[in-house]
């Protein structure tokens, strides 16, 4: 990671996205004080499939049928 002054950001913004691109974590800060990091756009993170495993808990009876719905069965 390294840190650059918003106006060093402004004159070389393009060398700074290629480089977050490649990996790099770049920190724009006003003097000494960071302000922001620079990412890339997609830096979405997706759920795996099975990582809630142990967090959700079903009843025993969750397909059982609705006491409301007798009639229509």
Not at 11 to 38: D, M, N, Y
């Amino acid at each position: 990671m390294h840190q650059v002054t918003i106006h060093e950001a402004k004159t070389h913004l393009s060398k700074l996205i290629r480089e977050v691109l490649e990996g790099g974590e770049v920190v724009i800060a006003k003097g000494k004080t960071p302000v922001v990091k620079l990412v890339p756009a997609d830096q979405r993170k997706k759920p795996l499939f099975g990582s809630a495993k142990g967090i959700i808990k079903m009843s025993e009876d969750f397909d059982e049928p609705l006491e409301d719905f007798k009639e229509y069965m």
